[in-house]
């Protein structure tokens, strides 16, 4: 959750923004937080910064840096690059979200395996991503833009 939030944000583009890297001080100055909620961002650094996460590197002084992960996440619009942001998005709907509760489920129902039901039909009403996105205009523009996003990677890939 703390990725999605750091894309809902901005952060990778901010980030990019100031060359790299920025201080704490530096990022309020570039995202639009509210001031009442800007106190809470250094939290959010921590959790995106701390290990096993690596989303983004810190150095003296809480400088924040990107890395390979959250380069990944900037989305320049003029680029036909690889830009995940849009996956990470898709990844964190609550459809998918939903997906992911129901795995254990699934796994442990009766069938072949072929052509059953899937954990995203167990969330979601027996409809599959596609039947889901023709339904839920805000849904289907996040599925949109994740395919799209993965279809370039896919044309770069080696």
Aim: contains cysteine; charged residues 20%; proline residues 4%.
């Amino acid at each position: 959750m703390a990725l999605h939030c750091a894309v809902k944000l901005g952060i990778p583009d901010a980030l990019q923004r100031c060359g790299g890297s920025a201080s704490l001080a530096e990022l309020l100055a570039t995202l639009r937080i509210p001031q009442t909620k800007q106190p809470y961002l250094s939290r959010l650094m921590k959790v995106l910064a701390m290990e096993g996460l690596r989303f983004v590197s810190v150095t003296n002084g809480d400088v924040y840096h990107l890395n390979t992960l959250s380069r990944l996440l900037i989305s320049d619009e003029g680029s036909h690059a690889w830009r995940m942001s849009p996956c990470v998005m898709l990844s964190t709907t609550p459809q998918f979200i939903g997906s992911a509760l129901r795995l254990g489920q699934w796994f442990q129902s009766e069938g072949d395996g072929d052509g059953e039901v899937t954990a995203f039909m167990m969330a979601n009403r027996g409809q599959s991503p596609h039947t889901a996105a023709a339904q839920d205009a805000e849904f289907n523009s996040v599925f949109n833009q994740a395919m799209a996003a993965d279809s370039r990677g896919e044309e770069e890939a080696p």
